[in-house]
């Protein structure tokens, strides 16, 4: 069983960087692939970003490219999202995911087994 504990939500403004982390307790963290999902008010939830186990391979969704960057510390059991240049439709709540899968950084929130509680990011233009 693995249990994900996210950080490092708050409010800030248009064009700031903040960066997300998550830590994971239980579990073989170094064998998971993580990622990172948001959910906007009366919206579905989103792929952000996603790690192979080792970080030898990253995903991205389509709005967030170049912008954020996913990465990890196997030795600390921890993900993070760094987000640079954001903008007000980067609002959301930011969820961290864990699941052990054939397929490395799984973009689809299906195959995912483990869920945090979530973050908020609020960007106020």
């Known amino acids: 069983q693995v249990q994900l504990r996210e950080s490092g939500g708050r409010l800030v403004q248009a064009g700031d960087s903040l960066r997300l982390s998550c830590v994971a307790s239980g579990g073989t963290f170094s064998t998971y692939s993580m990622g990172w999902f948001r959910q906007a008010p009366g919206k579905e939830r989103d792929f952000v970003a996603a790690?192979?186990?080792?970080?030898?391979?990253?995903k991205y969704g389509d709005a967030v490219k170049g912008r954020f960057t996913i990465s990890r510390d196997n030795a600390k059991r921890t993900v993070t999202l760094q987000m640079n240049s954001l903008q007000s439709e980067d609002t959301a709540v930011y969820y961290c995911?864990?699941?052990?899968?054939?397929?490395?950084?799984?973009?689809?929130?299906?195959?995912?087994?483990?869920w945090g509680q979530g973050t908020q990011v609020t960007v106020s233009s």
């Open positions: 790690t192979s186990w080792n970080g030898g391979i990253t």
């Open positions: 995911a864990a699941v052990s899968s054939r397929v490395a950084a799984p973009v689809s929130a299906n195959v995912y087994n483990y």
